[in-house]
């Protein structure tokens, strides 16, 4: 198909007149270049020329439109929520598994010293500075009611495993001390002798009560007092009392819950009858009752700690009840007071008003220690190995303490030694042997204290302080009575 040409003389194609056809410039004549054809006049109606139908209407030249239906709303499927996902925290934000609280950790320890201390000098003012015992069981109970979240009878057998095994090497060794100086317990008066005398050993491997032991025994190595036996096998009664506790916790945290501050005082209560003579149990049985009542509140206390109960009563108030009740003590003391004077050992409803508030005070006033600050840092090897190894020094150090006195007594047999130095030897008898008995504990520590690891289920360490982690002498002889009687 051609197409023609544009006309010449115009700017662009002719513009197209109303009917739509191009129409001519003006003043320009008609030539034969653009078609010319008869084409009718649209009418203002399209189908003008068309007949009407039989309804007298024309026919439309398109159809009405038709209104679309509203298109339906299909119902949206149901759509089953998602679980939020929850996202874990960073690594840095996770809190940390807690550990031990090295500010009880550092009253154990201090507790251990004390008792060593008082054993090898008497004072009975030590009693009064600083209740060790007191101390020891409240941390104990503290422990023992976190354990208890556990099943109590995997608690219980815990600590009765992590116990005998330590007290059993202690026993061979005592009992073999005692069988080679003459001690037969069938025809000792003092255990009852017969069959009840023998069956009384059994406490050396069970100490359901205290061991029997006699009050003099000959001296098989030749270097010990005949009382050397009351002095090194005594303190055990501390062992038969830590039982009696843990056999006794579940119950004891039960009512505890329930009956907080009854709990509480109530052994405080059951010593005013048992411990000042209104009521007198005969033999060790008494001895146990009166202990447990003495120590009870002591370790009731330390639930208070752990169960958040303590922190829950405001400082003053604690502060103030505990001094009161540490006033009490010193008041009762004074109006009791023994061939000893203030040993609070010998008073036991002083020992329980005075440790009682005494321990009050130091848990009220408790930081969570994670690492011992500033200068105590320092120490922070020795307190890991004491606590590690407390039953191991608790069981020898008085028996060690005994040790060093013959080891002293050679000094004076040294040639250069005139009278001023013997002198001088005996005025400092007691501090060396405080000297001498840290390196028997060492000794004792490496020779027995791995049994303790055995008996936790743990591989034996030699000297567990933590630092593989990555974080008859001619002087004393007064000295040494002063630690007799009742081994605290």
Request: glycine share 10%; aromatic share 12%; hydrophobic share 45%.
């Amino acid at each position: 198909m051609t197409y023609p040409k544009e006309p010449s003389g115009q700017g662009g194609w002719p513009e197209a007149d109303g009917q739509g056809w191009p129409s001519a410039a003006p003043g320009a004549a008609q030539t034969d270049a653009w078609p010319t054809a008869s084409v009718p006049a649209r009418t203002a109606e399209p189908f003008a020329g068309v007949p009407p139908q039989q309804d007298g209407t024309r026919p439309r030249p398109w159809p009405e439109p038709r209104p679309l239906p509203e298109p339906q709303r299909l119902p949206e499927p149901a759509v089953r929520p998602e679980p939020p996902v929850q996202s874990e925290p960073p690594a840095q934000a996770r809190p940390k598994k807690p550990g031990r609280d090295r500010y009880l950790d550092l009253l154990r320890s201090l507790a251990l010293v004390r008792v060593v201390v008082y054993h090898l000098f008497g004072w009975a003012w030590l009693t009064i500075v600083f209740p060790s015992m007191g101390v020891m069981f409240a941390l104990a109970g503290s422990l023992m009611a976190r354990s208890l979240k556990r099943p109590a009878l995997s608690v219980i057998r815990g600590r009765v495993r992590r116990l005998l095994p330590p007290l059993w090497a202690f026993s061979a060794v005592a009992l073999a001390l005692l069988f080679v100086g003459g001690w037969n317990p069938g025809s000792d008066p003092d255990t009852g002798g017969g069959t009840w005398g023998w069956l009384d050993l059994v406490d050396y491997v069970f100490p359901f009560a205290a061991p029997s032991f006699p009050w003099e025994i000959a001296n098989p190595p030749g270097f010990l007092e005949s009382t050397w036996a009351e002095q090194a096998i005594g303190p055990l009664w501390y062992l038969r009392a830590y039982l009696w506790f843990v056999f006794a916790s579940p119950l004891l945290l039960w009512a505890f819950r329930k009956v907080p501050w009854a709990t509480l005082c109530a052994p405080l209560a059951l010593t005013a009858v048992v411990g000042t003579g209104l009521v007198t149990i005969p033999g060790r049985t008494g001895e146990a009752v009166t202990d447990f009542a003495v120590y009870g509140s002591c370790w009731v206390l330390g639930f208070a700690h752990q169960e958040g109960t303590l922190a829950k009563v405001p400082r003053y108030a604690a502060v103030s009840g505990a001094a009161l009740l540490m006033a009490f003590g010193l008041w009762w003391a004074s109006g009791h007071l023994t061939e000893e004077g203030w040993n609070l050992d010998e008073i036991p409803l002083a020992q329980a008003a005075w440790s009682l508030g005494f321990v009050a005070i130091l848990l009220q006033y408790a930081p969570s220690w994670q690492q011992l600050p500033g200068r105590l840092a320092r120490w922070d090897r020795l307190v890991t190995l004491a606590n590690n190894r407390a039953v191991t020094i608790y069981l020898w150090h008085n028996i060690l303490i005994m040790a060093t006195f013959p080891l002293i007594d050679r000094l004076y047999e040294l040639p250069f030694m005139d009278d001023r130095l013997s002198s001088a030897l005996d005025s400092t008898y007691m501090l060396w042997s405080l000297v001498l008995v840290w390196p028997l504990i060492a000794l004792a520590i490496l020779g027995t204290g791995w049994i303790e690891d055995l008996a936790a289920k743990r591989s034996p360490r030699l000297w567990p302080d933590g630092g593989g982690k990555a974080s008859g002498s001619r002087s004393g002889g007064t000295s040494r009575k002063k630690g007799r009687g009742r081994a605290r």
